[in-house]
């Protein structure tokens, strides 16, 4: 079997992110805001994948954030929705995101490897350390305070997984978080899949440069992302490894600029707040993903797109933004979209000519 | 919006065969070293269009750059031509934002200029810090008391190299315009021989 397509395309790639997720990325109390039911998750995934989008990516959330409409508080499940999305599908690479301290690795690795044989080599994990702490109090656990451990128990956990993916013999382990005896992995993926992880402290982005192939980091100021992305590339380097950068975006398209802006501030005029405010500070509390000193900027952008960067603008100037991401060195953006279902045909018609037209997709 | 940007470095650099060097090598050090003997007038590249306070969220976050590598292309219209490194940190956002300022520093102005070249590891809007800088009314920062301050669209790009040129088609000027008779006293900040001058420094004394 070749490599799975995302590690051996060499443009842009595009993804879409947190369509399992109701609300999307968009914290609004908006009628149209996002349903994230399985009907339009389907209809979403065979609108990317017939416009030749490279992948999905979903958010693994188990309580919402509050406010009046619990932004996130409705969320499918990501190994079965990937499962799924994988079955109904052609191209695309769907991801699955998994808390490694909810998930045994053993379990894990059987249900990608199964995954890998649905989806024709197409899946993708998303590793997550753990962040968010009432998340692991609904879950029963404990959240450790420091970055070592949850990144220590993290490595341990991915390192039981990629051996299951590899070795072809039934093995021992003997860590500090796990005891096994006599496992093995089979089926076996034919590939290793491409991992992703979304580090913002210095303990995760090592972890992230010693086993992922792509980083997963917000852009809120491009000429800061520059020196960022390519100490990361040079940390991935330094371990032996090529490692990518990837942002998240999110799109406000519209014919003029005057409406896109218009829309972007309908969009912040039915901010649910107290939800926005709950997902600023329990990021800033518990996670290193976000950049502290710019909290004024980074909660409207939290309203409108969960921190994204913003692709506001004609289809001219969103494509010129997706331009500017990729001179800052990154390997790729998700895209997000208050109603993904009803606002992507128009990015598909109208901006990914522009982004053919010069040479990045 | 005419403006367009070229896919890549490979499409533009067709008149050089092969895409790599001349076949009569000059050495790099003999060319920085040349090229130092020719005076720029030094100015900073301002990109990005935020406001300042956390507002207009959409908008790419101000940052600049100091650049000697400004010249005038057109009068009807009023276009300059600004050579930017891809590999500085201004130039996503300038491309990001397609409006750019251009100021011309007075001698007094120095400080600004050493700010805007990353002096300290200054980044983005820190390197705005101790100076007047103004927004205008298109999303452009210009420092006010500059011998000019010019405030571009992006008009065109093209990638060679390492570097890009980057055509501005001006939308609005300050400074010269007001005091056109006037000079400032301090005169231009200039780049020589990897040091800032001004005019004072190599025809004053005798």
Known sequence: ??????????????????????????????????????????????????????????IARWIGYGGDTDFHGGVLETITWATALLASTRNITVFAT?????????????????????????????????????????????????????????????????????????????????????TYGNPRPESMPPILNAAGSGQGRAFASQNANFLFTPAIDLARSKDEVAELKAMGEKNGRKVDVMTFSH??????????????????????????????????????????????????????????????????????????????????????????????????????????????? | MVAVMDAGAHAVVADMPHGTSCADKVDAAAFRQAMRQLAGGVCVITAGSDDGAGGHAYAPQRTGLTATSVVSLSVDPAELVVSINQASSAWPVLLAARRFG??????????????????????????FADAPWQRTDDGVWLLAGALAGFACTLERTWLHRSHALVVGRVIAITGAVQAPTHPDPAGPLLYWQGDYARLADVSGSG
């Open chain 1, 251 to 361: 799109v406000v398209c519209r014919p003029t600029e005057a409406e896109a802006k218009a829309r972007w501030q309908e969009i912040l005029d039915n901010a649910d707040w107290e939800a926005v405010d709950n997902l600023v500070r329990l990021q800033f509390a518990h996670a290193q993903s976000f950049p502290h000193d710019l909290l004024a900027l980074i909660r409207e952008r939290m309203a409108v797109g969960h921190g994204g960067f913003p692709l506001v603008g004609t289809p001219e100037q969103v494509a010129d933004s997706i331009c500017a991401l990729q001179s800052t060195g990154f390997r790729g953006t998700t895209l997000s979209f208050v109603d993904y279902v009803e606002e992507f045909p128009y990015f598909r018609d109208e901006v990914l000519p522009i982004l053919h037209a010069r040479g990045i997709r």
């Open chain 2, 102 to 127: 251009v100021n011309v520093l007075t001698a007094a102005q120095a400080a600004v200029a050493q700010r805007f070249s990353g002096a300290g590891g200054l980044r983005g809007a820190q390197r």
């Open chain 1, 98 to 182: 998994i808390h490694t301290v909810a998930n045994h690795p053993v379990v894990v690795a059987k249900q990608i490897a199964t995954m890998a044989q649905i989806g024709g080599g197409r899946v993708g994990l998303n590793i997550v350390a753990g962040w968010n702490k009432p998340e692991y109090e609904a879950l029963g656990l404990t959240l450790p305070e420091d970055h070592e451990t949850r990144y220590g128990y993290a490595q341990e956990w991915f390192d039981i997984v990629r051996k299951l993916w590899t070795s072809e013999d039934k093995f021992d382990w003997d860590g500090t978080y796990f005891k096994l005896h006599a």
């Open chain 1, 1 to 58: 079997m070749t490599k799975p397509s995302l590690l051996t395309h060499d443009r842009f790639l595009l993804g879409t992110f947190s369509s399992n997720c109701a609300g999307g990325m968009t914290v609004s109390k908006l009628p149209e805001r996002w349903v994230a039911n399985w009907d339009n998750n389907l209809k979403l995934a065979r609108l990317l994948d017939d416009a030749g989008i490279d992948f999905m990516l979903p």
